[in-house]
């Protein structure tokens, strides 16, 4: 079993929608999470990070932790086409040098 | 956020040459960088990390003689593949952590002939 789970879909939505994104993991000692966009042929770029349980929004982002369930989930609102991306969801011990990469999640916003 | 940069970009390179990869953080200074390979449409393996001024530390199966990274400044690493062969062509991330964030740089693509 992987320490991150995560679908690597594709995921494919209109635009508009909500999108939410998963991803689970087995060490309950994580106690940073982040997630990142990467365009192709690009590198990933930190859009949202959280320390502990609970939500953080970032205009139409928003990245929810959910520690006892081992959980974390990113939503998209309004999703836009220049949303298409991979998404990767990835976490760290305290005091880690190392982060844990999900395997990334494609996803596409059909105009 | 912090700013990381990468050059080249992306490089074009006959099989059995050397390669050199910079790394540089733009507005901070890290002690630990980190460098990763990515293959398409996979997610990043990280290839090893890189402390300033001392040997970097690499991953399991991550050849040390091949890959050879070089932190001598608290803003610069650098990657440089030895004696590239066509299966070392792949796309080069490295990146650098601030408390426990890490941002990444924008990548090199290489390519062996």
Known sequence: QKEVEQDPGPLSVP???????????????FQYFMWYRQYSRKGPELLMYTYSSGNKEDGRFTAQVDKSSKYISLFIRDSQPSDSATYLCAMSLQGAQKLVFGQGTRLTINP | GAVVSQHPSWVI???????????????????TMFWYRQFPKQSLMLMATSNEGSKATYEQGVEKDKFLIN?????LSTLTVTSAHPEDSSFYICSARV???????????????
């Open chain 1, 15 to 29: 635009e508009g929608a909500i999108v939410s994104l998963n991803c689970t993991y087995s060490n309950s000692a």
């Open chain 2, 13 to 31: 390179c006959k099989s059995g040459t050397s390669v050199k990869i910079e790394c540089r953080s733009l507005d901070f200074q890290a002690t």
């Open chain 2, 71 to 75: 932190h001598a400044s608290l803003t």
């Open chain 2, 99 to 113: 408390d426990f964030r890490e941002f990444f740089g924008p990548g090199t693509r290489l390519t062996v002939l």
